[in-house]
């Protein structure tokens, strides 16, 4: 072999070697960093079994909240867009309160001035009174018809593609990956899989009262009014218990509704692992944080660093925040 | 090759045979008929891929309730043996009613006399004002060191063998295996992957309201008293869409208290299946249906086979009942 033959091996090499290692990257949205270098010893560390900190596979479940976390929650959570949606296909008759009339015009300043008691109202429209499968086949007509107010694009499409890899990666490497949300468990369930890859068993989230009836012979399960759990805040150890069974080593969110989420799953006994998306990005995103009343962080902000939580800050981070970039 | 060395051959083949042949039994402890051969068909149909029956490994899901379909529910369910257990630990000044001291007196007859509203202070006693981590502690030690009124064995020997083949048999096949049963969720679940290999987040049972607080800057997760969900009847079917999120293919009973799971389970558009396990044997079990306040079957024995379900008629179907036989 002559010098000029290897030097044109070598050189055809690169492009080879400059894929393996793109591909050895399981983060590749991901800039180098604090976050992105802890996530990854983190996972290295629980999944070696000859580490100290090995945690074994039926243990490795990783939490994490939907809105603001694993999609966008901007300029309003999407199931409301859902909900006003929804309440726009009704009858003129049953539009009997200044909320639905409102909703029904899409005049949201309007039912905003309805304050709370309107909001829930136009979501009791939309989401109950119907049964499940009914209920499921309307969210996903509206997924694959509505589009985002400020942005044009399909709800489904403003996932985070950091937020996917991470999760990818995480199952790569044997965790089971839960959404709990403070959002519908029914309305996430109909998203979770092609948006995620999570399986519908692996939601949690708030739901109404579900009743199991009989229509002329035919069983059916209806969704009343009334709420059956709240899944916020101290809610989300309590669902996380009540449908996982374990504590889980890894849980991210990205507002003071997930605190003690992230509490409940960094006070176990090994290590674990306590990311808050923080929302930094004007321009490719939203900027937010402790003012307005969607994904307020304040008590994350002030506490995180002394809990030995990481934040995933958006325009730092974040090489890449949309999957279609 | 001579007829005589043949003959040998062949000869020595025949114990290989037949250790092939029961290895190829998936359900051992079933004797021939029509229920094991209806079970088999059924799995064989929605588990191959060229069958026009065939269910894609996501969506089989089979349900099974616990007391007296896999494990025994006679004289009394065991996790009331558990509650009175744990009265009689408690400080005699702490007796307060004529229910607790009952059963801390191990007064079987005085207990029941109380009525409903004296099982429900037991039960109470020995379920709530406790962490769920302590209360697991609490099963778990005394599953360890009880032992059945009648037989004197650990309560968990006193499983159906031939439904431990069949929980293997359905995950062999691609089933997830799931508990829905109207015992406690965290009793069930201290003991369903050493008995039953299912796990914890496949456990889904009734449920006590439990509360996230902080003791001394340590979260956890605290049991109280009230009822949070009655996982029985047609709370069944409402359960499986809780935590499921999809309608299962198979569903094990064996009381009016599974009708409504074994009814949504086979009222699904592709094939299903429901077996009843009928309490037959008085010689080797127990023997009841219609009438007592255990396990009672009235509706399940009229409906069941204008409804296509089958039983496993424990006398008739099953060669072992016990894994120690």
Do not use: C
């Not at 218990?241 to 960094?266: C, V, Y």
């Amino acid at each position: 072999m002559n010098f000029q033959f290897r030097a044109k091996a070598v050189a055809a090499l690169v492009p080879i070697f400059l894929a393996t290692s793109l591909a050895a990257d399981p983060l590749p949205s991901w800039n180098a960093g604090e976050t992105k270098t802890a996530i990854i010893a983190f996972v290295d560390a629980v999944a070696d079994p000859t580490s100290e900190d090995y945690v074994t596979p039926a243990d490795r479940s990783a939490v994490f909240d939907n809105d603001g976390t694993l999609w966008a929650e901007q300029p309003a959570y999407f199931q409301l867009f859902f909900a006003i949606d929804q309440v726009k296909k009704m009858d003129a008759s049953d539009l009997k309160s200044d909320a639905l009339k409102a909703a029904a015009a899409g005049d949201i300043e309007a039912l905003l001035a309805t304050g709370k008691e309107g909001l829930l109202e136009v979501l009791a429209a939309a989401h109950s009174g119907m049964s499940v499968q009914e209920f499921k086949a309307n969210v996903a007509e509206w997924l694959d018809t509505a589009s985002h107010p400020t942005t044009g694009q399909p709800y489904t499409t403003m996932v985070y593609q950091p937020m996917l890899e991470l999760l990818g990666y995480l199952r790569d490497k044997g965790f089971a990956t839960y959404i709990v949300s403070g959002g519908g468990i029914d309305f996430i369930r109909v998203l979770s899989e092609d948006a995620y890859n999570i399986p519908v068993n692996q939601v949690i989230g708030s739901s109404l009262v579900s009743e199991y009836v009989e229509d002329e012979g035919t069983p059916m399960l209806m969704k009343r009014a009334d709420l059956f759990f709240n899944d916020d805040k101290a809610g989300k150890p309590v669902a996380i218990n009540h449908h996982i069974g374990k504590r889980p080593i890894f849980a991210g969110g990205n507002s003071d509704g997930d605190f003690q989420m992230l509490e409940w799953t960094t006070s176990g006994n090994g290590l674990s692992f306590g990311p808050y998306v923080h929302h930094t990005d004007a321009d490719r995103e939203w900027a937010y944080d402790r003012d307005g009343h969607i994904g307020v962080l304040n008590r994350g902000l002030d506490e995180a660093r002394e809990r030995g939580w990481y934040f995933a800050d958006m325009a730092k981070d974040w090489s890449v925040i949309w999957p279609q970039e």
